[in-house]
């Protein structure tokens, strides 16, 4: 039966959207912003959780590091065929889909029994994830057409994404200590009943109008290259940057990137469009936002040990000394697209990752006795940097970008925050491991210490301060002491390789990054005017060659 006239607006839109979703576009981007929730969350809220799921599920320190890392994995992998299947077949059934089987994870998650299974369960839930991230953002895109307001909304988003570093520790702290371990799990459920409820609702639905056929090869190559350079970060740290298994992950990695690329260039129907990365305000601005989330996590990842392993903090009350650098990110990130708005992209992205390098370089001079009021102002300052960067750098991206192609730019943006927090975790881990466990090595050397337990306490702080503990004693003490110099020892350097990266960012930025994002018009009014320069040079060349 053919629909009727009134209902087409409705039931299907294009890249721009319906004049009611416009008309309610803040509701809209609220139900976003409350779906983002879910992924900013387990982000963290796994790694307050892992002494409990030793004790309860037996688990090896290699399962609990696939714990963490499966979701990672598969979550990294997805993002583009993710992307591109919601600007295909409709962007809010993406986002729908995704919060149903994310919630089928958590709960199937809070169920288990071994660690095997959890495992498994948190790899579905990163399927999940892989729907929902860029949905919301490619949404939001197309239902804030302004530019103005859109980098506005697109500061918003940023800032909740970013609620997730102090909200996972603190939630899941307060859960563990008075529910089971599961709980963890559990929370997600109602968040992702109200958001799909509220989704079918609210929430408009678009897709790209042409709708071409899926390029099969080209999300199968994605997928394998994304899932060998992440395996290769994830296992680096452990295994060793130079251990063979290592190496041929990012050899396999980089050839089927160049298969990837090759393919996407001639593919008739590209999955991702590589004239894309032609537009500075794209390319740039993914290296900025790379760089932003190589600080974050890495950071992060050192402050959250710091205060647990070297002050002695509870994983709750991490979490709420965390806080403050979470609500300031999330504070800034939206106020600074208003000033977005007058000084351009460049400034204000080049800006905030120096302002981050300056942050990291602040956390170097940091002792085993710094007391919290010394490291918040710190921590604030590295914040506001990213909360500065966070918002132009992702509003480039998406602004530079045709809309019926937001699906596929906003996966973009978000394989390359994930790939950069995977690189900032795993660089920055790696160099404050190798620092601790050389300082720790010479420190033990004829210390009363079973030899079981040596190489625990060389390779792992946490171990460390377990062991003194049980040592007790002057001699416990002393081992406690060393073990947590020596970690301070490895965050100093730690710190000022990610201060360098975000320096270093920041000079590429102001370089290469436009002060407003180029329209992907402008840009190929610009292409069609160098061809025509072109030809006409030729043909004034040739008629100057002589007969």
């Not at 039931?11 to 803040?26: E, L, S």
């Not at 999940?128 to 909304?153: C, H, K, Y």
Request: proline residues 5%; positive net charge.
């Amino acid at each position: 039966m053919a629909r009727t006239t009134s209902e087409r607006p409705h039931r299907r839109t294009d890249a721009g959207g319906d004049r009611r979703a416009v008309d309610r576009r803040y509701w809209v981007l609220a139900v976003l912003c409350f779906s983002l929730v879910v992924i900013t969350l387990d982000n963290t809220i796994l790694n307050v959780a892992l002494p409990t799921l030793v004790r309860d599920l037996h688990a090896s320190n290699s399962q609990l590091q696939w714990m963490v890392d499966s979701y990672t994995l598969v979550f990294a992998c997805l993002l583009l065929p993710a992307g591109a299947l919601g600007d295909r077949y409709g962007r809010r059934g993406a986002l729908q889909l995704g919060l149903a089987i994310f919630g089928v994870g958590s709960v199937l998650s809070a169920l288990v029994s071994t660690p095997h299974q959890l495992i498994a369960t948190r790899a579905v839930m990163g399927v999940g994830g892989a729907f929902i991230m860029p949905a919301t953002l490619s949404i939001l895109t197309n239902v804030f057409t302004d530019p103005g307001e859109r980098v506005r909304a697109i500061g918003v988003w940023a800032g909740v994404a970013g609620i997730g570093v102090a909200l996972g520790p603190l939630a899941g702290g307060f859960l563990l200590q008075h529910f089971y371990w599961g709980s963890i799990f559990l929370v997600n459920v109602p968040i992702v009943v109200v958001a799909i409820v509220a989704g079918r609702i609210v929430v408009p639905t678009s897709r790209d109008p042409s709708a071409p056929p899926l390029d099969l090869l080209g999300a199968l190559l994605s997928v394998l290259a994304l899932a060998a350079l992440v395996y290769a970060i994830i296992d680096a740290p452990n295994a060793g940057w130079t251990s063979p298994r290592v190496l041929e992950s990012f050899v396999a990695s980089g050839v089927l990137l160049v298969a990837f690329i090759a393919w996407e260039l001639h593919a008739r129907h590209p999955m991702l469009d590589m004239s894309f990365f032609e537009n500075r305000s794209f390319s740039a601005a993914v290296v900025g936002i790379m760089l932003v989330f190589f600080a974050l996590f890495g950071s992060t990842f050192l402050l959250t040990q710091y205060f647990q392993f070297v002050l002695g903090y509870t994983p709750l009350q991490t979490g709420i000394r965390l806080l403050p650098f979470a609500l300031t990110l999330m504070i800034v990130a939206p106020l600074s697209a208003r000033v977005t708005e007058r000084l351009g992209a460049k400034v204000m992205v080049a800006f905030g990752l120096f302002v981050v390098a300056v942050g990291l370089a602040l956390l170097s001079p940091v002792k085993t006795d710094t007391t919290y009021p010394d490291l918040l102002w710190r921590m604030l300052l590295l914040s506001i940097g990213m909360g500065v960067a966070m918002t132009p750098a992702t509003d480039s991206i998406m602004g530079s970008l045709p809309r019926e192609k937001a699906g596929v730019g906003s996966a973009v943006n978000d394989t390359t925050r994930q790939v950069g927090g995977a690189l900032g975790v795993a660089i920055i881990g790696s160099i404050v491991a190798s620092r601790y466990g050389s300082r720790m090595s010479s420190v033990l050397r004829g210390k009363p210490v079973p030899r079981g337990l040596l190489h625990e306490m060389e390779h792992q702080v946490g171990a460390a301060i377990e062991v003194a503990r049980h040592v007790g004693g002057p001699v416990g003490t002393a081992l406690a002491s060393y073990a947590r110099h020596a970690f301070v020892m490895g965050m100093h350097d730690g710190v000022l390789v990610g201060a360098f990266a975000a320096l270093l960012g920041a000079i590429v930025v102001a370089v290469w990054l436009p002060g407003r994002p180029v329209p992907p018009e402008a840009l190929e009014s610009s292409r069609r005017r160098r061809a025509r320069a072109s030809r006409r040079a030729r043909r004034r060349n040739s008629s100057r060659v002589p007969a």
